[in-house]
Structure formats: C-alpha cells, structure tokens
C-alpha cells in the first residue's frame, strides 16, 4: 500500500466504541470504567458466558474493539515464536491467528509471560503490539502487517532481567514506547500511520517495567513516566523534558495513574506513594509539587487507581488498602486471599482485586471495608482483567473468559 493512500486512512475517523477496552488499563489508562451493571458474581459454572482455551505464554490483557477481542503469545523453546490471537466477543471463537518470529531475546523474561508481558493497544482500525523480542508490529483488523520494526536490531536487544513489560501508550496519531534496562533506556514517540519515529528522547534510567501515561496539563498533552528514582513529564508532541519528582526507587513496576490535577506513582516494596501536583510547571518539582506521600507496604507489581475520591492499592501479599486522595490518610487496610499480580480494576462501585491464585475479590468502593464477593476460577491469573459492554474479560493460565450475568 502506498505511504500516502495509508495516512488518508488513518486520518478517517476510527472505529471506538464508546465501551470499548483499547490498551493497557482501559481508554484512559487509568483503570476505572464508567460502564454500570458489571458483573459481581461468578464461578466455573456460574455467569461465564463463555472461555476459550490459550496456548503460548503470555500475561497481556485482553483489549476489546467493537466485536473483536485482541491477546498476545510468545513460545517455543527460546519463546521467540509470537502471536496476535482475534476473538469473536460473542463466542470466542478465533477470527484469526498472526505469527512473527522475534529479532532478539531479552537477557531474561518473566516465565509465565514469555515475550508477550506488554498489553497491545487498538484505535477500532489497527492492532499495535510490543514483544520482549523488541519487536514493534502494526496490524490491520484483518490480522495483516501494516509496518513492523525490530528495536532490537536498531537499538540494540531489551537488557531486563524479567523482561520487557511496558505496553505501548497511543495517544491521537502517536505510539508511545518506554524501553528502560541496563542498556541505553529511551522514549520513542512514534508515527501510528508510518512507524516512523517522531522523536526519541534518551532517559537516565535502569530496569523498569512500568508504562507510561498520557496527562492533559494547562491544555497541553504530555507523557507521564514512572523509572529509576523519579517521575518524569515529556511534551507529547517533542519528547522534550519537562519536569522530575524524585522518589521512585530503582526499579519501578507499578503504571502511573493521574486524576484531576494530580499523579500518582509507587514503587517497589515498603516504599512510598507519591501525589503529584500537575499545574504545567517546569523543572525539578520535587520540593514544590508532592502533595503528599504515604507508606504503600510491598506494592511492587500491582498498578493502583483512583476512583472518586479514593486511591486503591493492593500490596502483592495480599492487603489491600484505601487512602484519601486529596490528603494520603489511610481509610483502612484488609486482608484479601492470596498473593497478587494484576492491576486493580474499578467500575461500577466496585474494586475488583484479582490473586495469583485465580480469585477476584470484589469489594464496595468507599469509606468502609465490604467484601461483595469472591469469585475463584481453579486457574492462577496474572493478567490484569478488561471490561467492556458489562462484560469481564479474563485471561487465566489456560482459559479466556467472558463473564456476564
């Protein structure tokens, strides 16, 4: 196809619906749904729509575009064999199945992720997906390659100990990309029509496995990036530094999330939550622009959210906690069962906390501690659920499920 024939498509209006789940915690990656009517209640007989069985290794989440349902895999013996799986969302039965061979191996990878840890990310008219390989692919909704490119060959291979994690951000007609390991760490902000770089931004950073978030400040959009020792704000458009907040520790897993005016970034364990003030200043802001800071106990994997005026964590041995957004004051801290992995998921007045072991606890939003329900699969679950159109999308060790009532 030709460079100029494809971006007048990409310039047409794209295909999103309203209740899609397109990327890494949800539209605005934040991991909070307005959707109502989410499901509360299931079991390996109860309110599963449906489930598929997976192959590969892979802990993506699922993301939803309309009628259609996009997971990453990797595997053979080196786990350089990659996949991109489309599902029908009515029955899940598979609509199509691309392979790639990857360009490079990590030093290292997360087993039960393979080289398919990053979440992909859709517009509603072409599917972007990251691998630990290094390789960057753009498929049309048919499964065919649009542009693919090795970031390995060109920037030398991902040197992280657990692998690549960071799932690409798109934000209108740019694809975000953090790589931070013991290499040279950078930001790419990438051309979605062509692949082509926009810009690259060097980073002082080590290994990390956070994603990066897009925030609208003083009506400018820019990247918020968690990393080693610090929160960073780049221009969207440039890739040029605009502010730092130390007090990050050295290696960052947690995804950023911003509310209203603020950020709020955690890392590693017995560390601390940052909330950061967002007014469009410039500079180091570490003595300026913490709102406040509060003890997180061991979060070291789980993202958090923001959901009305609470933020939500879960440490990875399973407490949960709730604290004031405006001033970091403990609301309380419980017990769940279990060690956990993925990300909270908030909706419909409810916090769902999803273990290792396969069990979603779903729990009131609020003020006061209350177990809604408990929900186990017999599978473990890594990957952080999706939600769209009232559905719950899991993807287990073995099974893809569909909930609904």
């Known amino acids: 196809m030709h460079r100029s024939t494809l971006a007048l498509i990409f310039l047409l209006p794209t295909a999103v619906y309203a209740a899609d789940w397109p990327a890494w915690r949800g539209p605005d990656g934040t991991g909070v749904t307005a959707e109502t ?30 009628d259609r349902i996009f997971l990453t895999a990797s595997d053979g013996r080196l786990n350089d064999r990659l996949h991109v799986f489309c599902y029908q969302r009515a029955d899940g039965r598979q609509l199509w199945h691309a392979r790639f061979f990857g360009t490079a191996l990590s030093d290292g990878q997360f087993p039960p992720g393979g080289m398919a840890v990053p979440t992909p990310v859709t517009d509603g008219q072409y599917l972007y997906a990251l691998f630990g390989t290094g390789d960057l692919v753009c498929l049309d909704m048919q499964g065919k390659p649009v542009w693919v490119r090795s970031l390995a060959a060109e920037y030398g291979p991902f040197r992280n100990r657990w692998g690549m994690a960071a799932s690409p951000l798109l934000v209108d007609d740019l694809l975000v990309v953090q790589v931070d390991h013991w290499g040279r760490s950078y930001l790419l902000g990438i051309e979605a029509h062509t692949g082509a770089n926009r810009w690259k931004t060097d980073r002082d950073a080590s290994v990390n496995w956070t994603s990066p ?102 440490e990875d041995t399973g407490w949960g906690n709730c604290l004031d957004t405006a001033t970091g004051k403990r609301v309380w801290r419980e017990r769940m069962d279990g060690n956990f992995r993925a990300s909270l998921l908030a909706g419909d007045g409810k916090i ?51 909930i609904r009532p």
Not at 37 to 64: E, I, M
Not at 296 to 306: D, K, L, R
Request: glycine share 10%; aromatic share 10%; hydrophobic share 40%.
């Open 37 to 66: 009517n989410l499901p509360t209640h299931w079991s390996p007989t109860q309110n599963v729509r449906w489930k598929v069985p997976l192959s590969g290794a892979g802990v993506s989440a699922p993301v939803v575009s309309g």
């Open 213 to 314: 978030v897009v925030a609208t400040v003083q009506g400018r959009k820019q990247v918020i990036t968690s990393g080693t020792y610090r929160v960073n704000g780049y221009d969207l458009e440039t890739g040029a530094e605009l502010w730092s907040v130390t007090g990050m520790q050295m290696q960052c897993i947690p995804t950023p999330v911003v509310q209203g005016d603020k950020a709020y970034a955690v890392s590693g364990r017995e560390h601390f939550t940052l909330a950061i003030r967002l007014d469009g200043s410039k500079g180091d802001l570490t003595r300026t622009h913490v709102a406040w800071k509060a003890r997180a106990g061991a979060t070291y994997i789980c993202s958090p959210v923001c959901y009305g005026k609470h933020y939500y964590f879960v």
């Open 352 to 402: 769902y906390f999803t273990s290792l072991e396969g069990v979603v606890t779903v729990v009131r939003a609020g003020d006061k501690f209350e177990v809604l329900a408990r929900n186990e699969l017999e599978e473990s679950i890594v990957a952080t659920p999706a939600v769209s159109d009232g559905q719950l999308f899991i993807r287990g060790a073995k099974h893809l499920y569909c």
